[in-house]
């Protein structure tokens, strides 16, 4: 970026009007877009203008160099987005020329996470198109054509040098103090007979365009974004447009592509627009109209490093992996370098992909753009829409996520190595700590995984569906549906709970629970026997281990119970007694060791008769074999 010169908006305002090219709209259209920021009147105004636009023509061209990650989808949402809006088309191009580069599953990645985040295309590799083929290395013979086509018309040579030689000529030239060294131009005077006939003996060559000197390299060019741009004086060379193996370079093949496939506008991240004067000079060597290019800020993390593999450029899998709706994810994207307008802020800027088509334009953010921390209030308000639209969908997405997260927590317990398809993930370690000690090993008596077949897990998210932000937090927030609870948890909890009270008692009333008389002082051994003695005849099946039936049976127990706190106030001499109901506190203390978590006595049917009963014993034994816990009934209560 550093070799290109920023000749700014200013000038834009002094410029004739360029020759129009896809009618009147779509220059008054490109006006506002590189004016800046328009004022509220223009926006309106520019927004109409949009819906003008004639049909766009986009194309989405990774290199199965790697797997979709936050940037490219963005590039790739945003060419969607300009397609659709425009009643145009989207294209999907692999740009494999570097061979030697491929990962061997990226292709398929890349039609599944693309397909997963909603973006389909309307030509590409897998669909086929009246462009096709749409992988660049079916594509060769068309390369090699127009290379030809560029060789015979002396705008393009053969360079037969070496790979030594050019590193020599390399370090020379930055020895001389050279920023960036190109090429010396050593081929470029080789008569065409000699380049002829040394081809034909089978000397090794690349064929380079001649960037200068005839007349065809216009460098100044028009970005959306970034407004007029020219290269630095010598910063282009004469690149390679075909390598030593045959295979196009990007650069060709890209424009070649771009052309052939009759693509109208490129949107594409700002590490390309230094390439970009190459491509415009070989768009005006082929005497091609350039489409209109859209530099996108690059994405940095808020310590302002640029995102990357290795600096938490995560790839759209692992947000998958984790819980996050594809809905959610495409918005969160979305917004990094865009917005709707003006005023759209907070939850206006809650949009699903009909919505960003209906709103879209191409105003973006200049210069970097830092990634928000948007993702997990995304997430819950997509939650809140599909709960109410299609909640067996959103079952559907989160459940294997879910299961994934139990599943990685289970290996990091037992020290296993990860699993497969499991990505380093910070905040799942932090869960993992969090759930200490109810998750270590060194827990004699647990924690054990009670279910969690997606069937189960299914049930689970119902019960508190609500308060899903992703994955991991949801497997933290719920871990005894998901685990048991061990002793020492139950010991420590029920300490902590019996804090403010003296006593528990349970009133008992012939009329209603609250207007009968308190006995005795009960230990919660005693009270939560008396809960399992109430549950015990209640059949284990599912058609009487039911809500209504648990309620009937529960309520007047859980509402009896109280907690007792005798408070002496000094003042009056006096002795003032506090009561409080506990007897929820104490079912949630069975079951889900006092954890903040889904309402109780659904969670008991989804938990089932036979683990509600061995919670509510173990809780009991784990008290009864450490009565330091208990606020038991003493002998002088008694
Ligand atoms: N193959 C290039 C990439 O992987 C495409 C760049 C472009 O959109 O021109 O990003």
Redesign the pocket.
């Known amino acids: 970026m550093r070799a290109l010169h920023h000749v700014g908006s200013p000038l834009l305002r002094a410029l004739p009007r360029a020759p129009l090219t896809a009618g009147a709209a779509n220059w008054t259209f490109k006006r506002f877009a590189f004016a800046g920021r328009p004022e509220k009147v223009e926006q309106n105004l520019y927004q109409a203008r949009t819906s003008l636009m004639p049909p766009a023509r986009t194309?989405?061209?990774?290199?199965p160099?790697g797997y979709l990650h936050l940037g490219?989808l963005r590039?790739a949402l945003f060419n969607y987005l300009l397609a659709k809006t425009t009643g145009g088309q989207f294209l999907l191009r692999l740009?494999d020329t570097d061979q030697t580069r491929i990962v061997s599953d990226a292709e398929q990645r890349l039609y599944e996470d693309m397909k997963w985040a909603g973006l389909k295309w309307d030509e590409g590799p897998d669909i086929g198109g009246k462009f096709g083929p749409y992988k660049q290395s079916e594509r060769l013979p068309i390369y090699r054509q127009h290379v030809q086509e560029l060789l015979d018309q002396g705008k393009a040579y053969r360079c037969f040098c070496s790979p030594e030689r050019l590193d020599e000529v390399k370090k020379l030239a930055m020895a001389a103090g050279a920023e960036m060294p190109g090429y010396d131009g050593h081929c470029s005077h080789i008569s065409v007979p000699e380049s002829e006939r040394r081809a034909a003996s089978g000397e090794a060559h690349c064929v380079r365009f001649k960037t200068h000197g005839h007349g065809n390299f216009e460098p100044l060019f028009n970005d959306l974004v970034y407004g007029f741009y020219k290269p630095m004086p010598g910063s282009v060379d004469d690149f390679i447009i075909m390598k030593r193996d045959g295979f196009p370079t990007?650069h060709f093949a890209?424009v070649v592509d771009?052309h052939l496939m009759e693509i109208t506008h490129?949107i594409?991240?700002a590490e390309?627009l230094v390439?970009t004067p190459r491509h415009v000079g070989l768009y005006n060597a082929f005497g091609w109209q350039p489409p209109t290019f859209g530099h996108v800020g690059l994405l940095t993390d808020p310590q302002k490093q640029k995102l990357s593999k290795r600096h938490g450029d995560i790839d759209i899998a692992s947000y998958r992996n984790k819980g996050y709706l594809s809905e959610a994810l495409l918005n969160y994207v979305v917004l990094l370098g865009w917005s709707a307008g003006q005023g759209t802020k907070g939850t206006s800027e809650v949009m699903n992909i009909e919505q960003m088509i209906e709103k879209f334009h191409l105003r973006f953010t200049r210069g970097d753009i830092c990634v928000s921390n948007k993702l997990d209030f995304l997430n819950s308000k997509h939650r809140d829409k599909l709960l109410v639209q299609s909640p067996k969908y959103l079952q559907a997405q989160v459940v294997p996520p879910i299961s994934l997260a139990i599943r990685t927590l289970e290996q990091k317990r037992a020290g296993l190595p990860q699993l497969p398809e499991e990505v380093p993930d910070h905040s799942m370690a932090t869960t993992f700590d969090q759930l200490v000690p109810a998750m270590t090993p060194s827990c004699s008596d647990g924690p054990g995984l009670i279910n969690h077949n997606e069937a189960y897990i299914g049930k689970a998210f119902e019960l508190d569906q609500r308060n899903y932000v992703n994955a991991a937090s949801f497997v933290q927030r719920n871990r005894y549906l998901f685990w048991t609870v061990p002793s020492k948890v139950y010991q420590q909890t029920l300490s902590e709970g019996m804090r403010e009270f003296d006593h528990l008692f349970i009133r008992t009333s012939e009329t209603t629970p609250e207007q009968g008389h308190i006995d005795a002082p009960r230990s919660a051994v005693e009270i939560t026997t008396a809960f399992a003695d109430a549950l015990r005849d209640i059949p284990a099946d599912e058609s009487s281990w039911t809500v209504k039936r648990l309620q009937e049976v529960l309520n007047p127990l859980m509402k009896s119970i109280v907690g007792l706190r005798s408070i002496i106030d000094d003042s009056k001499s006096s002795t003032e007694t506090r009561e409080k109901p506990w007897g929820f506190s104490i079912v949630r203390w069975f079951l889900f060791a006092l954890q903040p978590g889904p309402a109780l006595i659904p969670s008991m049917v989804v938990l089932g008769k036979t683990e509600t009963m061995a919670r509510i014993q173990k809780a009991i034994d784990s008290v009864a074999s450490d009565p330091s816990t208990e606020k038991s009934a003493t002998a002088e209560h008694v």
Do not use: C, L
């Open positions: 194309r989405f061209a990774p290199s160099t490219s590039t740009e990007y890209n771009d490129v594409r991240g390309w390439s």
